[in-house]
């Protein structure tokens, strides 16, 4: 199956209690891709693990989101707020790739969580670092870190 060249625009909706199994599932796939570029291997079940998820169940200022397109998983995106808020992880399906799902997502979570804003990637990955220079949609300042990692700061308060 091919990837649509315009996706119907997400629907982008904060987690609730009955999307964390959702979640766990798309964790895997995000995993997976992510191995690439990490070398993290499954365990001895063929499983990925990501401590943090059951955290964007219970701690305030960690919230986790579920991408859908025409009402089908389309991907996630788990937001944690401290001194900036910081975009933890975000995936979107391969489906939905360059269909613009992505570009809707960001604009969404950056209108709903007003701040500074801190986003990061691996050195590995620089598709994701072209992503994000496309996606932000207001002046950033970037830096590289001596491991590599590639961090955007913005902020969306208004003047």
């Given at each position: 199956?091919t990837a649509?060249r ?10 609730r209690?009955?999307?964390f ?9 995000y ?21 943090w ?11 986790a ?48 969580h ?8 691996l050195?590995t ?28 700061r913005?902020?969306?308060e208004?003047?």
């Amino acid at each position: 199956m091919t990837a649509p060249r315009s996706a119907s625009a997400p629907t982008v909706l904060q987690a609730r209690e009955e999307d964390f199994d959702l979640l766990a599932r798309l964790l895997q796939l995000y995993l997976h891709d992510f191995s690439e570029h990490t070398g993290w291997d499954v365990d001895e079940h063929g499983l990925f693990h990501y401590a943090w998820l059951d955290a964007y169940r219970h701690e305030a200022g960690r919230h986790a989101y579920v991408f859908r397109v025409e009402g089908r998983p389309a991907g996630f995106a788990l937001v944690r707020e401290a001194e900036r808020i910081h975009m933890a992880e975000f995936f979107v399906l391969r489906r939905y790739r360059r269909a613009g799902v992505g570009f809707s997502a960001t604009r969404h979570l950056l209108e709903a969580h007003v701040g500074p804003w801190s986003i990061t990637q691996l050195a590995t990955n620089p598709e994701a670092t072209s992503f994000w220079h496309r996606a932000i949609p207001v002046p950033f300042e970037e830096t590289v870190q001596a491991d590599g990692t590639v961090e955007q700061r913005f902020s969306t308060e208004h003047p």
